[in-house]
């Protein structure tokens, strides 16, 4: 049924302003995070920071996406859905802003956590959000908002480092990238003081993520989003440093990083759209597998300054591009906003804490080891478990039906 309303009707421009804000809060839900990676040898020199502690910097994100997403639908319940949003935003913005005038790794770490707990926050609320804004059109502005995401994560890889050279430092950078979070913060403050309705306030019955706790569908999504994110973590914070250790400049080894975020652009609109004519997806789950086993065999074989370069970051693009994917299952695996947010809440805090383990554990056998053998080799290793737990998400009914919600 067409959800289509009048141009001039205050819903209409109540829904235009909600999707601009959607669209521009994923855009800064990961840059504070992506970053990193890029300078992440700068930063450890002007911080004092060794391998471990940036290994922590780099599960950093995981853990607080972990810790701060559980919290996110009990905040929303307390103070609505967009207040919590907007909290989250500034939160975003203040500790992406401080930590760029630190010189102490531990109060870096600390700010850090500070603006990875916005983004915890709004990562998990964001597809609550779209089941109450939006429920007839739950693929089109997934994949809107999904697609805004990967553009804000490709451009952070990709334009940090020219940033660093032309206002002179990594802290500049990072300066501007605060004020660019800052504008997601206007629309999100209209929204709240017009009291905007949220899923917090809605009649359906809250679902606790202790309920969630006891469905499979809870934990194989769970292990499904913290495969795929304890890739992409990885990725973020070590693949700019593998290149530059194969040869590539550092810069080179900022677009490579920006190439195997920027190939899922297409793919963060394509997926969630794809899934709601088709919401079992297996061929596409194969080639992004797949894909991503075939990139981690090149980096581990021939990894040096060639062409082929490009093509591996290309298809580790392809590798990860599967997040799009569970951001849609949220809305198609639950029928109430009340199930998206219990989904999404448990998916992403219990998914985001095996997936800290992912950055973390790359940096400790790189240390270890002296070499990317050993962490590449564990990165193939992972595409096997994450194809099972994806075909089991897919074959799955809704959160209701498995607690035996009407």
Known sequence: MSTALSPASPRTRNATLVLVALLLLAFNLRPAAVSIGPVLGQLQHDLGMNDTVAGVLTALPSLCFAGFGALAPLVARRIGLTAAVLVASVLIVVGQATRALVGS??????LST????GMATANVLLPSLVKTHFPERIGLVTALYSTSMTVGVTLAGMLVVPMDHAFGGWRQAFLVGSGVAAIAIVPWAILAAARTPSA??????????????????????????GIQSGMAYSVFGWLATIYVDAGYSQAEGGVMLGVATGVGIPLAFLWPAYMIRNPRPYRVLAFVMISGAVAALGLLFAPHPTVLGLLWAALLAVGTSSFPMILAMFGLRARTSAGTSALSGFTQSVGYLLAALGPFGMGVLHE???????????????????????VQSMRAETIEDELGLD
């Open 105 to 110: 790794p531990w109060l870096f770490l600390a």
């Open 114 to 117: 500070v603006a990875l707990a």
């Open 200 to 225: 917090a306030t809605d009649s359906s019955a809250h679902i606790s993520l202790a309920r969630v706790a006891r469905t499979k569908l809870g934990w194989v999504m769970a292990v499904f989003f």
């Open 368 to 390: 270890l080891t002296h070499s990317w053998t050993v962490p590449l080799v564990a990165l193939l290793v992972m595409f096997a478990p994450m194809a099972w737990v994806g």
